[in-house]
Every structure is written in structure tokens, then in C-alpha cells.
């Protein structure tokens, strides 16, 4: 199985920093790795597919990079509404992995 | 609008079944592999189980393989998970969701197992 890692586990930040979430794949997933947006008691949200692309409806603020076995997730501004979990995920073949998970904390 | 509507969760005995459903609308159900995801309380995601678009090609995640079903009805644009032999280590929010790239996410419904 391949396993994904996130970094950091939590992070706290404030309302208009730059902030960047990494994740590792434990061997190569091209570019099949997506981003969720998670809220508590609310569903996971989809931001980012193929590694790069911004999900319709998605603000321009967050974008995703990488290819391979690493990939960053990039809030150029923090806003408000942007406190959340983030979960990274590739699907290149079964079985399918999330990351652990990346708490963004207001600091 | 995309939507997905879970429905089916519930509190069941440990060795107990439970069909989970998963309703599409807005969409051509028919053109994409759906699955389902779970979440346990205070925990990450975790994929359980995905369908291809006609339904013939199936995949679970081990801890699930021979106690869940996963099956399609697209003439009703639904989803289904048939959960049998549940065991505590079950209890969690199940999500459908749709596509490869889990682009549309339902709402979640809440199954608890527990004597």
C-alpha cells in the first residue's frame, strides 16, 4: 500500500500569512494526489485534483504543486474561513490513502 | 447542482447489518465511479470501497473485504454499502463521494455499532 504523510500535523498561523502544507508518498503516485478541505461536523470539501488543479468554485488562493512521490498545498493568504483540517490523497490504484491530516489553527 | 444524500445509518449490535444508500442528483450518475469514505470520531478519513461506473469492477479496503458490499443502481442513481459481521472498529461517519478525484461529497450518515 502506499502510504501518505503530511507536515506538519498542526500549524498555527494567522489571517494573511502564506502558508504551505507538504505531503509524501511512500513511492510514486504521478500526479494522482487531490486536497480536502475538512470543517468540524461538516463533510470533506474537494480544493485541489491532479495534483495542481483548482476544483470549480475553488478560491485562487489555494493552489497545489508536485509530482511523484512530493507535493505542497499553498494558501497564499490566509482568510477567516480557511481554518480547517487539510487531508492529502492520491488515487493512483487501490488500495486509496489519505494523509494523516493538517490542522490550521488561528494563531 | 452536483449533490450526493446518504441515508441508512443507525445504531446496530456487533455482528449486526446495515445497508447504507447514497443518492445522486445533477449529475450523469452513470459516468463515474463512486465510493464510499469513513470517518471514525476524532479521526482521519479512511477509503472503504469503490464502484466503477457500470458496476463491474469492485475494490475495499482490507479491514472490509468479505463483511461489505459495495453496489450501484443506475437507473436510480443510487449507491449502496451493505455492511455485514460489524464490528465496533466500524463505528464512524460513512460519505459517498464521486469520481476519481472525489470531487462531490455527501453529507454523511452516522452508524454506531454497540451492544
Known amino acids: 500500500d502506499i502510504q501518505m504523510t503530511q507536515s506538519p500535523s498542526s500549524l498555527s498561523a494567522s489571517v494573511g500569512d502564506r502558508v504551505t502544507i507538504t505531503c509524501r508518498a511512500s513511492r510514486g503516485v504521478m500526479n494522482y494526489l487531490a486536497w480536502f478541505q475538512q470543517k468540524p461536523g461538516k463533510a470533506p470539501k474537494s480544493l485541489i485534483y491532479a495534483a495542481s488543479s483548482l476544483q470549480s468554485g475553488v478560491p485562487s488562493r489555494f493552489s497545489g504543486s508536485g509530482s511523484g512521490t512530493d507535493f505542497t498545498l499553498t494558501i497564499s493568504s490566509l482568510q477567516p474561513e480557511d481554518f480547517a483540517t487539510y487531508y492529502c490523497?492520491?488515487?493512483?490504484?487501490?488500495?486509496?490513502?489519505f494523509g494523516q491530516g493538517t490542522r490550521l489553527e488561528i494563531k | 447542482e452536483a449533490q450526493l444524500v446518504e441515508s441508512g445509518g443507525g445504531l446496530v449490535q456487533p455482528g449486526g447489518s446495515l445497508r447504507l444508500s447514497c443518492a445522486a442528483s445533477?449529475?450523469?450518475?452513470?459516468?463515474?465511479?463512486t465510493s464510499w469514505v469513513r470517518q471514525a470520531p476524532g479521526k482521519g478519513l479512511e477509503w472503504v470501497a469503490s464502484?466503477?461506473?457500470?458496476?463491474?469492477?469492485?475494490s475495499y479496503v482490507d479491514p472490509v473485504k468479505g463483511r461489505f458490499t459495495i453496489s450501484r443502481d443506475n437507473a436510480e442513481n443510487s449507491l449502496y454499502l451493505q455492511m455485514d459481521s460489524l464490528r465496533a472498529e466500524d463505528t464512524a461517519v460513512y460519505y459517498c463521494?464521486?469520481?476519481?478525484?472525489?470531487?462531490?461529497w455527501g453529507q454523511g450518515t452516522m452508524v454506531t455499532v454497540s451492544s
Open positions: 490523497q492520491h488515487y493512483k490504484t487501490f488500495p486509496i490513502t
Open positions: 445533477g449529475f450523469t450518475f452513470s459516468s463515474y465511479w
Open positions: 463521494a464521486r469520481g476519481n478525484d472525489f470531487s462531490i
Open positions: 464502484i466503477k461506473e457500470d458496476g463491474s469492477e469492485k
